[in-house]
Each structure stands twice: as C-alpha cells, then as structure tokens.
C-alpha cells in the first residue's frame, strides 16, 4: 500500500471511531455495469422497438431511469478513466490526440491516480474488475495495480489484435470470423486463452460476477463488470444467436439483459439488493459507421466519436430497492459522479488533494432533492469540444464520430436548448447572448482548474 493511500485508511479510521467492523456493517455494496458502445436508444425502456431488453427494462421500473445521463467521453478509454477515477480524462493523461489506448501503447493509467477501487479497497471492501479493461496493460496500470482484488476479462477492445490476413471490414460483419482476432483473456492476469471465444465472454463474465457476489455477502464489496459488448466483432452465445429482430447485434444486447437480469436476481437470492447500489450505463454512444452493427442513438444526433449528445448521453439506470424508489428523473448526471456517490455510500474519505469533477448523487437518488446546476464539458480528445448548462448547450467545436467530416470551429459557438431539441437541430445562440457568456465563464473557469497530466496514450 502506498504511503498516501495508508493515509486514506487512516483517516478513514480516525473518522469513524476506529471502529471498521461496525462500519463495515452499515457500509453499502457498489456494483457498476458498464456496456461498449451501447446507444441510448438500444433499450426497451429506452424506447427501442426491435431489441427486447427485460431484465433491464425492470431494473428501470424499480429504480431511477435517467433521461440525462452521460458518459465520461466520447470513446473506450477516457471514458472508462473517467468513471474510476471520478475525474475528466485529461486529468490523469488518458486523452490524447491517439483517443484509445492500442496493444502497442506505451502508456496507461497512471499508479498515482486514486482509482475508486483503490479508495473502496482502503475502506475494507473486496474488489473485482469483470469484462474489458482497456486502461494499459504495463505493470502500474493493470486491474489489479489499480485497487482490484481480482480481475477476469480482455485487455482491450476485441477488434484489437487483428490476426493477419484478416480481411477488411471483418469487425462490423454480422458474421464476424471466430478466429479472426488473437485478443487473450486473462484471469488475475495471466492469460487462460488466446484468442478469446468471444461468444462466451458474456456468460463467462457473468459466472465470474456471480460467484463473487456470492462469495462477499458478509463483507461491503465493489464489482465492476465491464461488458465487451455491443463492442464490434458482435457475438453471441447459441441461446441467443439468431433470435433478435435487430439481428447480431440485437442477439449482443439480449444477451447482454439476461446478464444484467443474472446480476440482480443473484442479489436478491443473497439477501443485498437493499444494501447494494447497481448503476447501468454505457461507455459511450453508438458506433454508427458500422450500420446494422452499431447500434442507435435514437432521437440524439451522431454517435460513438462525437461530442454531439448521440456520442456522450447514455442510457443511465440506478436500482437499489427499498432506498431508491421506482421513477424517471431528467436531472443531468454522469459516470463522474459515481465515485464521490460511492464513497458516501461506503463512508469513506474523498481522497486529499485530489480534484474530483462529479458530486454525490444521494440526495437525488434516495430523496428525490434536486442537483445544484452544475456544468458540464464535452471532450473530445484532450480538446473541449462544448460544454451543458442546465437546458443550455454550447459548441465550440464539432466533428463527426467517424468517417472523414473535416473539425468545424464555431464563431460564434453553436446553441442548442436540449430540453426543446435533444437533437440539436436548431441553433438559437443570436436570440440567446446573454446564455453563452454565462457558458463561456464556467469554460474559463474550468480550464484554469484543469492541470493536464503527461499524455498515457500517443
């Protein structure tokens, strides 16, 4: 343990009386389900008409549906350093012109980041990272460098470690070739296969995530499961293989739900549904250059790439029964937010010194009290792209996620009224001066706060 995170433990000690058992006790469980690459509009209860998501759709109906809910970037690997540090990328060195960490990357998530397995950890809580990583694979940056008490799952995305000769297009195929990539799974870090069988990663997974909730239900416990799909090359067990109207995809995302159903019934079985918060959610927006393949953003403009809101708003769905009560909130909220909420929950010490960008959700989720209004910014890379707030969003910047669209620098910057024109159609910046100076101080202020790390991924 490092000398700054034994002076967490410590404090944390001092805090509560010195009393870790007791507080173990009334210390609540965090599970984090994450998606690759699924669209806000690929759930039933997210208004999907051809993919059918069940388990999901009850997760939703018993617990809290955000219509505002936002990843922590437009692509993998920012947005997956962005939920477990509870800071913007380019805070911890995790955004870069190069936008995603490669098998040839030198870098990864830097040992001084405090992950929030690292500060749960330090709070007396067992600890498992399930599904894909995709923060670095060099020692200091691995899961269980990172707070982790076990990992199962890829390194990487799965259309990673092509094998040559692999014929282009492959990955967004609906017919993908089971051994076209050479991607390893690794357990604890040792890898137990090469290539992966990809379509047995989702119930694999969701072996590992059960028998861990299973094996911790006498102690406050952290998962989180990260799932490879809806990521391209798409695959799917037999069970599911074939049966969705939505094709390959479809099969992912079904297969996907029964996974999620899989998670919660193990909770209730064990007793900790009530003490144990479940948050779903997607790394990013959908990956539409892949067609059939990739998913939809529903009514929300571009997807996976982009700084649009198709690219960042995610499905978002918080389910604890008997302390979350069943309801749909358009309050704006984010994968930020998800550490300093865990931290309340376990009543453990934010970190010292360290600049979180999110802030505890409690008092909306067990309460129903409204979040202070609080910006937020769009990144695209280590760039700024645009920035939220309240209905209000401006753009400095657009790109599309994919393809060959030059970068479009707006002056003035673009205005769009979300709650008016979630798909950003209509631009009202002349009618609305007074909204953009208000935006373009929060930016000022932001940026003077924001102290880029050395680049992990170029």
């Not at 008490?149 to 990487?156: A, E, H, K, Q, V």
């Not at 996974?259 to 079985?269: H, I, N, P």
């Not at 982009?306 to 009560?325: D, K």
Request: net charge neutral.
């Amino acid at each position: 343990m490092s000398p700054f995170r034994h002076a967490c433990l410590f404090a944390f000690t001092v805090l509560f009386g010195g009393l870790p058992i007791a507080a173990a006790e009334s210390q609540s469980n965090i599970v984090v389900i994450y998606a690759d690459d699924l669209g806000y509009g690929d759930l039933g209860c997210y208004g999907s008409p051809v993919i059918r998501t069940p388990n999901l759709d009850r997760m939703a109906a018993e617990g809290l549906r955000f219509t505002d809910f936002y990843s922590g970037a437009e692509v993998c690997t920012p947005s997956r350093a962005a939920l477990l540090t509870g800071r913007y990328a380019l805070r911890s060195g995790m955004a870069a012109a190069r936008r995603v960490l490669f098998p040839d990357s030198k870098g990864g998530l830097p040992p001084a980041e405090v992950t929030l397995a690292e500060a749960l950890k330090d709070a007396g809580y067992a600890t498992a990272h399930v599904g894909k990583w995709h923060l670095g694979i060099h020692p200091g940056s691995r899961p269980l460098d990172q707070g982790f008490d076990r990992s199962y799952g890829l390194p990487y995305s799965n259309d990673m470690d092509k094998k040559p000769g692999l014929p282009q297009g492959s990955s967004g195929s609906p017919n993908p070739p089971a051994d076209g990539w050479n991607v390893p799974l690794l357990h604890n870090g040792k890898i137990i296969e090469q290539p992966a069988n990809q379509s047995t990663l989702t119930r694999r997974y969701t072996e590992q995530a059960v028998a861990f909730i299973r094996e911790h239900g006498q102690r406050p416990f952290f998962l989180y499961f990260a799932h490879t799909f809806p990521h391209v090359p798409l695959f799917a067990s037999p069970a599911f293989k074939g049966k969705s109207r939505a094709g390959i995809y479809g099969d992912a995302v079904a297969e996907l739900d029964w996974s999620v159903g899989e998670v919660l019934a193990t909770l209730r079985k064990e007793g900790l549904a009530e003490n144990t918060l479940v948050i779903f959610a997607s790394d990013n927006g959908p990956w539409l250059t892949m067609r059939d393949q990739g998913g939809s953003a529903g009514l929300l403009r571009d997807g996976k790439g982009s700084t649009w809101e198709g690219g960042m708003r995610v499905p978002g769905i918080a389910w604890m029964p008997g302390r979350i009560q069943p309801g749909v909130t358009s309050e704006m909220a984010s994968v930020l937010d998800l550490y300093p909420t865990a931290l309340v929950l376990a009543q453990a010490p934010q970190p010292d010194k360290l600049a979180l960008d999110g802030i505890d959700l409690g008092p909306l989720l067990f309460h129903r009290q409204p979040l202070p209004e609080r910006p937020f910014f769009y990144y695209r890379g280590n760039e700024l792209f645009a920035c939220r707030v309240g209905e209000w969003k401006a753009h400095f910047r657009t790109q599309t996620g994919y393809g060959q669209a030059p970068l479009e620098v707006h002056e003035p910057p673009l205005l769009f009224h979300l709650g008016r024109d979630p798909s950003e159609k209509r631009d009202v910046a002349a009618a609305h001066p007074d909204v953009f100076e208000r935006i373009s101080r929060l930016v000022t202020a932001h940026r003077a706060t924001v102290v880029p790390a050395p680049p992990q991924l170029n």
